[in-house]
C-alpha cells in the first residue's frame, strides 16, 4: 500500500482513514479503520522470512527474451524497444 493513500491519522480516536480504487466499477472507496484493524490487514502482505517472489513470469521473464522476439516477429508487432539480449 503506497504512503499517498493514507488521508488521515486521528491520534485521539486512534483510528486511521485510506482509500482504494475500485477498478471493476471504477469507484474511490474511503475507509476508515481502527489502528490495529489496519496492521492487521496491512502485514497480511508481508511476505514470510526467505520466501521469494517472483517479479517478472511468463513472456516478460529474463530466461524468454527469445520467445518475445518470436512473439512479435509473428504478430507483425514493432517493438519501441529492443528486447534481445544482444
Known amino acids: 500500500m503506497a504512503e499517498n493513500r493514507i488521508t488521515e491519522y486521528n491520534k ?6 485510506w482509500f482504494y480504487n475500485d477498478y471493476k466499477d471504477e469507484k474511490r ?5 481502527n489502528v490495529i484493524n ?5 502485514i497480511i502482505h508481508i ?3 526467505h520466501f ?3 517479479r517478472y513470469y511468463g513472456f ?5 527474451k527469445k520467445t518475445l522476439d518470436k512473439v512479435h516477429a509473428l504478430l507483425g508487432i514493432k517493438k ?3 528486447y534481445s539480449r544482444e
Do not use: G, Q, R, W
Not at 472507496?29 to 479503520?33: G, I, S
Not at 489496519?38 to 496491512?42: K, T, V
Not at 516478460?60 to 524468454?64: G, L, V
Open 12 to 17: 485521539e480516536s486512534k483510528t486511521v482513514s
Open 29 to 33: 472507496y474511503d475507509v476508515t479503520d
Open 38 to 42: 489496519f496492521i492487521n490487514h496491512l
Open 47 to 49: 511476505p514470510d522470512y
Open 52 to 54: 521469494l517472489t517472483t
Open 60 to 64: 516478460y521473464a529474463n530466461a524468454s
Open 80 to 82: 519501441n524497444k529492443n
